[in-house]
């Protein structure tokens, strides 16, 4: 993937913009703002003072600062991530709640990076990169002032390697960094960095060198590689290998040394450990030998693997472990890298950026935009010291802070009745957060009982701030008068263009009630195709400026959840006035193409329209009209006359033939399909509740509207962005993260999975081709869904932008592999898509919009948010429904693949279901396991007690048992023990 720098757009607009957006908004929970230039930790439990808006703004103009969009971990809420401002560079880490400065998931942060001293050494990387890639210079250089952990005891016993005597740990190690005289006298830290460009940059890092960092967004660049010095060694490779292991053959025989052992459970002094080196670092297979027991301080000789070969982390589960009803939520300590590779020796290394060996770091001095709403639901309890001032709320995000909410605010009977309030579900909100574990809130509302489906989705609906009120009155009244028997009038339909005569017919889900798109073909004597895509003219409805389109745009979005709708408008127009219901007449915005035989657009026609469609085909009925063209299909709803079944099964298949044509075209050129999968629940209609489920079918019916809609969109942007440059609503999509997907591409491609990633096109062939490999059709089914579950974790989200603030290059869509693309076909569910309806209406009557291009930018910012809010609502309430069945249905038995192996889980993609879930080894009932790495790939080794055992890396099949977890909706996987007893290969999909 190629690697480049983003450079901000420069136009007429981005100042007003700038201006637009420059002051940092208060905090509506805190109303400090404070800020001297520089960030200044607070000690313990304490925020940092918020720069200044005229320092951040200053700060961004600088690039010293840099802005982005807050992420937090779900399953691990102390680790939190912006984007790079540099393309292809790793995300920015931010590590704790502290540093995050009261920011939550989604707000728009501005991040100070920290000194290089403090980023973050990627050790694993580090020994991927000189297991797969590394010479002996590179090993001379890397090595250099390493720590090899030998002891993960309080004593915290190392060896240090290359010169650095001390066996401090790394951030201590002062000894391996040169020291400058300053002119105050003060000592000062410097220390050479490499980069790509080819110069030698000395840093300070002392501590009053603030300049540092606010100099430059990177303030790396334009350093020079490492000189020939910066490699050269008292020891060569084989010597500083050989040097780790004596020092750790020494200081085992002083009785002070075990190798790293983590364990799942309590620490006890007494406790087993297993030491062994159990694998092959040139195959990463499980050596013949069996594991060695001994106990801690016994005396024997332990092989210390040096960087050039695999590491090993044995865990003896006991029992207890695997009976543990301890949280899934609770932190488990992060196991010690066996090496630890020295920041400044890393730094100085050529390819330390560009093979991501360092992760920058850094913390937040502003907030710029307060996107999330600071609203949670959760339940109550009392406070752990019995303070009876206050109760505290434990939010279901483990994203957000638990808050302490005052004693008075709390329901009748809790303080001397609270477990009446067991698993009541509440909805509070953040109102002031001054330390860092200790926010304080107020109860919105209650919800009810959280078994209750209802509940949670509602609790889901207001954490994500979803409208799903009844719309207010002054919207409804710009229906038009007497909508329920509303007809269109006369003179509109003299002004549109008539096509109740011709064959137009709508292909929906079987249960859809907002049909916002409609077809229609006719074979010319000519031999050429005259092919209409209609969408509904939303925009007739919705006048701009009036109550309901500034609902209409609050809303952004329809949001789907497993049992309902939230419609972005009222139903008497999403279902009635603007759906083209079949045999009525309706007003549409057509899109109209001659087209040849070969699928070629010989020209096209934009408009307004009226149409009358005869049928409302399901796509199950369309599917069957291709698969049996010509043939009489009885289930087939009603036709209006004069049309007949076969008519509309002609009318199809010709549809169909251009639409294999114009697939394959957007194929050839370079178009990227990543299907992920859909589940869908069948609702026992009396209970509401989930009686079975199924993956969405992609079938060659979804496929051919899709053409027709791809082509409508692309054929509109066009038209908008020729007619007006700096007004148009268009959709891009960025490439995806370069250095995520080159760490999968490298991962697969040790496991034998050849990608190549350089483009849209080679990836889609890359995948392509796993359909033709070696292997069962199940293997080549499950192969596929893990590669493709893979490839879409660096895919940035789409979004919707305007043309004026942004250079043309940045427009293109990577997966469409198209310079332009908008979204044209859906105004009933989509707001922008009714800013494109009214831009095509202005470009068609040459009556340009009075629109400012920032205020658009700004509406199109708000449309993203609402967008990802929906889709965060709806898979979530998937995931609700999931949990229900299972706890209903099951356990379950479901094939699996893994995905992902950490040091104690597994994530594997349940393949009937598209869901990845997370394992948790202390609850597989295993009798001890081995996390391992070699050549850059993860392996978890498993045994029993019975002496079964099982190698799992990536893309590894497994069986799967899914039963109710021990909180409402929630669901466990376990892997199921394999028959065989005794050892297990390697299994994996090869």
């Known amino acids: 993937m190629e690697k480049r720098k983003k450079t901000p757009s420069k136009n007429k607009y981005s100042d007003k913009l700038s201006k637009a957006t420059k002051s940092t908004p208060q905090n509506p929970a805190d109303k400090k703002q404070a800020g001297n230039g520089k960030f200044i930790p607070k000690p313990g439990n304490q925020f940092s003072p918020y720069w200044s808006p005229a320092e951040v703004a200053r700060g961004l103009s600088t690039g010293a600062l840099v802005e982005g969009v807050l992420r937090i971990n779900q399953k691990s809420y102390e680790d939190a991530f912006i984007c790079s401002p540099d393309t292809g560079q790793q995300d920015i880490y931010l590590r704790g709640v502290q540093v995050r400065s009261r920011a939550l998931n989604g707000d728009v942060v501005v991040v100070q990076l920290d000194q290089p001293g403090e980023w973050k050494?990627?050790?694993?990387?580090?020994?991927?990169?000189?297991?797969?890639?590394?010479s002996e210079e590179d090993s001379k250089a890397l090595m250099e002032g390493c720590v090899v952990n030998t002891k993960e005891e309080p004593s915290d016993v190392k060896i240090s390697v290359g010169g650095i005597n001390s066996v401090k740990s790394v951030d201590e190690s002062v000894d391996s960094v040169k020291k400058v005289e300053a002119g105050d006298e003060k000592a000062s830290e410097v220390v050479n960095i490499s980069t790509d460009s080819g110069e030698v940059k000395v840093i300070d890092i002392s501590e009053e060198s603030d300049v540092l960092i606010k100099s430059a967004v990177d303030p790396l660049k334009n350093v020079p590689v490492a000189s020939a010095s910066d490699y050269e060694s008292d020891h060569s490779a084989v010597d500083l290998e050989t040097k780790i292991e004596a020092e750790a053959l020494k200081l085992a025989d002083m009785k002070i040394v075990d190798i790293s052992?983590?364990?799942?459970?309590?620490?006890?002094?007494?406790?087993d450990v297993i030491v062994e080196s159990t694998t092959d670092a040139a195959t990463g297979e499980p050596l013949a030998s069996s594991p060695k027991k001994t106990r801690r301080g016994k005396r024997g000789a332990k092989k210390v693997n040096s960087s050039m070969t695999s590491v090993n982390t044995t865990v003896n589960t006991t029992a207890e472990s695997n009976t543990s009803t301890g949280s899934r939520y609770a932190r488990k300590a992060p196991t010690k890298p066996l090496v630890e590779y020295n920041i400044f020796s890393v730094l100085k290394h050529p390819m330390w950026q560009k093979s991501g060996l360092v992760q920058k770091t850094g913390r937040v001095v502003a907030i710029r935009e307060w996107k999330h709403s600071r609203v949670a639901a959760g339940t109550i309890k009392h406070m752990t010291d019995k303070n009876p001032r206050f109760f505290l709320f434990s939010p279901t995000d483990s994203r957000v802070p638990r808050m302490k909410i005052q004693m008075s605010e709390a329901p009748q009977n809790f303080l001397t009745r609270p477990e009446d309030f067991t698993g009541m579900m509440f909805v509070a909100r953040i109102v002031k957060w001054d330390l860092v574990n200790s926010a304080l809130g107020t109860i919105e509302r209650s919800l009810g009982h959280s078994s209750d489906i209802g509940v949670r989705t509602e609790g889901l609906l207001m954490e994500n701030n979803i409208d799903y009120a009844e719309f207010p009155q002054e919207a409804l009244g710009d229906l038009p008068d007497n909508y329920q028997e509303w007809s269109i009038p006369p003179q509109e339909i003299k002004r549109r263009r008539d096509f109740r005569n011709e064959c137009v017919f709508t292909i929906d889900p079987l249960t859809a009630r907002d049909l916002d798109d409609a077809l229609s073909v006719t074979l010319e004597p000519s031999g050429l195709y005259r092919v209409g895509v209609h969408i509904a003219d939303v925009s007739h409805f919705v006048r701009e400026g009036t109550a309901l389109d500034r609902v209409a745009g609050d809303r952004s979005t329809s949001t789907y959840l497993v049992e309902r709708v939230v419609p972005m408008l009222p139903r008497p127009l999403c279902e009635n006035l603007c759906s083209l219901n079949p045999d009525e007449d309706r007003l549409t915005f057509t899109v109209e193409w001659t087209i040849n035989s070969q699928a070629q657009i010989v020209s096209e026609w934009f408009g307004r329209t009226v149409i009358r469609?005869?049928?409302?085909?399901?796509?199950?009925?369309?599917?069957?009209?291709?698969?049996h063209p010509g043939e009489e299909l009885d289930t087939l709803p009603d036709i209006a006359a004069p049309y007949t079944g076969k008519d509309i099964s002609s009318k199809v298949n010709m549809l169909q033939l251009l639409a294999v044509q114009l697939r394959t075209k957007r194929e050839q050129a370079g178009a990227l399909r990543l299907d992920q999968p859909k589940l869908c629940f069948s609702l026992n209609q009396e209970t509401g509740l989930p009686d079975g489920y199924r993956l969405h079918q992609h079938r060659n019916s979804n496929r051919l509207i899709e053409e027709f809609m791809l082509l409508a969109n692309m054929a509109v942007a066009h038209k908008i962005y020729t007619t007006y440059t700096d007004i148009a609503v268009l959709r891009r999509h960025p490439p995806p993260k370069a250095d995520m997907l080159d760490k999968v591409v490298d991962q697969l491609g040790s496991l034998g999975v050849d990608i190549n990633s350089s483009t849209a096109s080679t990836l889609a062939e890359s995948i392509s081709r796993i359909k033709d490999s070696e292997g069962t059709e199940e293997e080549k089914r499950a192969k596929l869904a893990c590669v493709t579950s893979l490839c879409s974790k660096p895919m940035e989200l789409a979004r919707y932008f305007c043309t004026g603030l942004y250079q043309p290059e940045d427009f293109h869509h990577f997966a469409l592999n198209v310079p332009l693309y908008t979204h044209f076909t859906s105004p009933i569910r989509r707001y922008p898509?009714?800013?494109?309806?009214?831009l095509l209406d202005a470009?068609?009557?040459?009556?340009?919009?009075?629109?400012?291009?920032?205020?658009?930018?700004?509406?199109?910012?708000?449309?993203?948010?609402?967008r990802l809010a929906a889709k965060r609502v709806s898979e979530a309430s998937a995931e609700l429904f999931l949990g229900l069945f299972i706890a209903?249905?099951?356990?379950?038995?479901?094939?699996?693949a893994v995905v992902q192996v950490m040091d104690h889980s597994l994530d594997v993609l349940i393949l009937e279901m598209g869901v990845v879930k997370r394992v948790y080894i202390d609850r597989l009932g295993v009798s001890k396991h081995c996390f391992r790495r070699a050549l850059g790939v993860s392996y978890m080794d498993l045994w029993w007690e019975d002496g079964a055992m099982i190698t799992l890396t990536l893309l590894s099949q497994v069986g799967l048992v899914l039963a109710k977890g021990d909180r409402d909706f929630e669901f466990t996987a376990l892997i199921e023990k394999p028959e065989k007893v005794g050892k297990g290969g390697v299994i994996t999909l090869d």
């Open 121 to 134: 050494v990627n050790h694993d990387v580090v020994q991927d990169f000189l297991e797969r890639k590394g």
């Open 261 to 271: 052992v983590a364990s799942t459970t309590h620490d006890d002094s007494d406790s």
């Open 613 to 627: 469609s005869c049928t409302k085909l399901a796509y199950e009925h369309a599917q069957s009209m291709i698969d």
């Open 833 to 838: 898509d009714i800013l494109v309806h009214r």
């Open 843 to 866: 470009a068609i009557t040459l009556r340009r919009p009075s629109w400012d291009p920032v205020q658009v930018q700004q509406a199109t910012e708000h449309c993203n948010d609402k």
């Open 888 to 896: 209903e249905c099951g356990p379950l038995s479901q094939p699996g």
